[in-house]
């Protein structure tokens, strides 16, 4: 399967989005706090996003999705040699 270098990056830049997203809720996340104040308060003024979408990066696996597109990326460099 080859993906092209462009959707590679495009996908890069949205996990490593999502990562700083993470790292925002979870400087923020206590037992207390319910997710939406998090959302409303610390995460929608920086990255205006959906009580949906925040639920759809805190189920996501980024660090193995990155790994993942790695692993294509290196496949790809070594292919093209």
Known sequence: ?????????IQNNKLQRYKLIMALYNAHKTEDIPDA????KYIFP????SRTTLHTILTTPVNKQIAELEVIKNNQ???AI
Do not use: E, F
Request: cysteine-free.
């Open 1 to 9: 399967m080859h993906i092209t270098n462009q959707a590679i990056g």
């Open 46 to 49: 920086v990255y205006p996003i």
């Open 77 to 79: 460099l070594r292919m």
């Open 37 to 40: 104040v998090i959302l409303r």
